[in-house]
């Protein structure tokens, strides 16, 4: 992914992050699946910070939380 991130980027300073990671190992490393991690940036992107689509595909800073869950708990 390096090539195609300096080419959607005007600057490093527009993407600080340096550990970059896939939906398939940012779902591994909070044990859930890729799709619900997907489906989380899909619906909107801002509630996993630092998310970039490039395609059809979406890179994640490694650091970056694992979204709350939004649904009313009654």
């Known amino acids: 992914y390096p090539e195609e991130i300096s080419k959607e980027l005007k600057s490093d300073s527009e993407f600080?992050?340096?550990?970059?990671?896939?939906?398939i190992e940012y779902a591994e490393m909070h044990g859930t699946i890729r799709e619900s991690i997907k489906q989380f940036l899909n619906a909107n992107p801002d509630r996993i910070?630092?998310?970039?689509?490039l395609g059809r595909d979406w890179i994640l800073p490694a650091d970056s939380p694992y979204p709350s869950d939004k649904r009313k708990k009654v």
Do not use: E, F, M, W
């Open 49 to 53: 910070p630092g998310s970039l689509k």
């Open 16 to 23: 600080p992050h340096t550990n970059l990671v896939t939906t």
